[in-house]
Structures are given as structure tokens and as C-alpha cells.
């Protein structure tokens, strides 16, 4: 096809093959650009709790019933949205775009003019400053912003989007249901089927850089309650109860011979974060709950160390008189991309980003649970580089002369160039265009 015939193709609203709709794809991007950098600061200052985006997935169904979407789903597992755009030209093949929409019980230090000061009261445990510190801001908007693009060449798509946006990825208060699983639970993705799920996070990484791993990008999750019962008594008689502080004192330095129980060549973490007592100075309290999270490398390490962790905390508290319970809650599995679709994205990836900024990177025991959409329905999901940084002679990131640093993503001065979101609205953007056109998807028989 020659450029006057691709032209010709266009004006006709035909289906085309190759670049020309990539270029629109990128032409429609840097359009949308300042609008996905305004929402993002909307966004940013107006932070939500996971189970409690109610105003950010207003924002997001306003906008999205604004391009005329064929469908605007609402309210799925809490405050989940999904969009469906159904294309105007013949093909069966779905994609599932995916934004998180959460926030974080961190205060926001990023030194921003759209920086979070709220605060919120009533949250389970609160009250809490909450900010975007691990950029969900910056997803939401770059989805948004694919959605924009997408709808203006909807006649052109040989298949069907959904863009979906996700409550609750930090995991909800623990007596609430919610995340990527309850969104499969609900029935979100039951007509139509995805036939490939894409998530993207950011990191910190140099600027539009685009990072993937071939296996486990993140390991396998869950959180760990351990509730450890004595007998509550006046401190000064402590032989009239049955004190749990030592048993937890067992416990948590029994924690730290786990790991040479299992492989060293598959890392594994267990931190207890937060420890409750009920006691005072002069009362020895009759509970202790301790509040961790477990991670594995490789999933089928779980349940040993789920059981071994449960086997010292029962026995350590025996062996004072106590009992404890042993609870493992949110299980989240990791995030695997497969060698074939790696194989079937890099040539989109490198399109997008540049083949020079498209790295594999190094696993992590971070999770996102993204990996139940990914698991299921198959896709890809990649790390998104926003920070001030170049990269060493092992390709390692390290700041940038007089930038603003390397900071880790859940850190209160966590923060992201508004200049790298519309390449998260092009990855979005392409990777649908790429799928519903056959050119991304895994080989046959992979
Ligand atoms: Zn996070
Ligand atoms: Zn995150």
C-alpha cells in the first residue's frame, strides 16, 4: 500500500493495516496530552482510600460517558468502572486496558503544587493523611487518556476495548471484600471475554523508559494476621495471668530464621509492619495482633511458609501458656508475563517507547494484582520509568545530576514527571490497537 493509498484508506474510514494509524494513535496522544496532565493533578489532590474512590470514579464515568462509549459500567466490587468500546470493523478479539484508582495512608511529600493534604478521618484504623504515593494518579489518567484516543478511531478497531478501572489494588480494610479478584467476582469480565489483559505501573526509572520481565516481574502475596492470647492482669502480678508480649517476642524473632527453612535461591519476606497491644504500663493486655505481609518469589513457596510461619507462631505461644491464631487474608498472585507474549509486545513496546529505552528489568516481591486479569485472560504488564534518573554500566537507575532523586514508589516524597504520562497513553493505545489487529498475540501452541 502506497502512502496516497493509505491516505485515500483513511478518508474512506476503511480499515488500515501498518503505520498509518499508529501515527494517528501518537498524533491523538499529544492532543489529549494536557488534559491527561490536568486530571492527573486533580487526581493527585483529591486522593481516595482503596473502597473509597468515590469521586475518582465519578471522574473517570463522566468522562468516559462523555466519548460515547457504548457501554459506561458503574459501581462493580465498590467503585470499579468499565468502559466498553465496541469497534466499527470486523474482528472478535478483546482488550482489557487496566487502571488502578486507589490512593495511600501516606502524607504527601513530593513537593508538588498539587500535592495532597487530605486527610482521612473515618478510614478503618484512621485517621490518615492519604496520597498518591505509588502513582495511580498517573494510571488513571494515562487510561483516560487512551480512552480519548481510542473512541476518536473507534470505526477503525477490529474488536472491542475495555478500559477498567480498578478500586482497592493496596487492598482494602481487612473486613471489606474488593480488588481485581472481587471485579472477576462481580461478573465484570464475563461477556465479552478478554483475550488479553495490559497493565502498566510506574517506577522509579528514567523518563519514558519501559521496563519488562519474561517470568515473575512480582512475586506472590498475602497478608498475615497473628493474633497471640494471654490472660489480662494487673502488671504487677503477672503470675495471675498470662502475659502474650514474650510469646510475640518468640514469634518475631523466630520470623527471621523462616527463610533458612526454605531455598535460598527463591527469595522469600515476611515483616510484620504493625503490632497492637492492649495493654498499658500497669496492665498486662490480654491480646497482641501483629499485622505482616508474606512474600514469595515463586508461588508454590506459599503454603510452606504460610505453614511454617503458622507452626511458630502456635508453638512459641504454648510454650508461654498462650494460644495464637494464624489468619493469611488478600492473596494476590504474582505478576507473570510469559516468554511468548513478551515476545508477541517488544516490537510494540519498542515502537512506543524507542528500542533503546524498552529493558528487561529484575524481579521484585512488590505485588499488583493486576496478575488475576494477566493470569486469566493472558497479556503483558510493564513498568513505566518517571523519575529523574540515567541509568549505570549495569544498567542499574541512578539519579540524575540535579534532579529530584531516586524515590521509591509507597515513600512519602514518591513522585512522577507529569512529561512521561503520554507515553503511558500511547503504550495503552497501541498495545489495543496491536492486539485487535492480530499483530500482538502469542504464537499458536505457546
Ligand atoms: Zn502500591
Ligand atoms: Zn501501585
Redesign the pocket.
Known sequence: MTTADRHRTKRQGVTLGGEAIHDELDERAAEVADRVVAWRHRLHRSPELSNREVNTARLVADHLRSLGLDEVRTGIAGHGVVGVLRGGAAGERVVALRA?MDA?PVQDLCGADFASDVVDADYPGGPFPVSH????DCHTAALLGAATVLAGVRDRLPGTVLFVFQPA??GPPVTEEGGARAMIEAGAFADPVPTMAFGL?VTPYPKGYVGYRIGNQYGASALVRIVVTGKQTHGSTPWEGIDPMPAVGAVLTGIGQLYRQVSAFAPVTVSIGHVEDVGRFNIVGQTVTLWGTVRCAVESDMAQVEQRLTVLAEHSAAAFGATATVEYLQPVPPVHNSGPWVEAGLPTLRRVAGGERVLETGATL?Y?DVSEFVSRFGGLYVMLGVQDATLDESGRPVPEPGGRGLVT??NPHFYADDGTLVTGVRLHAHVAYDHLTGALVPREGD
Do not use: P
Not at 504515593?133 to 495511580?136: E, P, Q, R, S, T
Open positions: 488502578d495511600l504515593a505509588c502513582g495511580h489494588e493496596e505501573h512488590g499488583d514508589n509507597h
